[in-house]
């Protein structure tokens, strides 16, 4: 399971033509209240996102203090039980087809390392990728409140939702990482036919 959970994630960066880091060409960090009410909205913000992590960050206060995110990573189709700094754990995060998942630490004014969980529906047309936050899948039994991200568990803002949405330049990948990564997805699936037969 874990490796088919690869092969996915592989082939969904790949596909996204993000082989490296990125710079976000243009992002906007939304926090929503436990209602879906909008708290506030911050379309300064600046980051990068490829090979499996993210960061961003802005010069805007939000609530009267600075924000930065960091130490962010990302997750291909699948579905994860994430362990948080404090101790909590988000159990079932499901990531769909088409998806891409996120979990980053959120540093606000003297509060550090507070968690946030995201699912984006990315979409990839004339050169660059835009990623959406969503609620996760449609069916989604660890999230079904209809509310963009996933409520924070720990820090400042409990059940707040944080959503960071963006957009990046697709990177063109060079061929080595093509050859690499099929390369990879053939000896994944060579390790499958093995345990199967």
Known sequence: M???????ALALTLGSGI?????????TFTML???GGTVGVDTTVTGSIGGGTFSVASTTTFFGANWTAHDGVTFGPGTYNIDTIQGGSYTGVEVGAGQVGGHILFDWGATTDID????????CSGGSCTYTSTDGVATNPANPDGIRGYGMIDG??????ANFDFEVAAVPVPAAVWLFGSGLLGLV??????KSA
């Open 116 to 123: 946030v969980v995201m699912v984006w529906d990315v979409a």
């Open 156 to 161: 400042a803002f409990p059940n707040f939702n």
């Open 19 to 27: 082989a490296s880091a990125a710079t976000m060409t243009s992002a």
């Open 189 to 194: 699936g060579v390790a499958r036919r093995r």
């Open 2 to 8: 874990k490796k088919t959970a690869l092969a996915s």
């Open 33 to 35: 209240d436990s209602t």
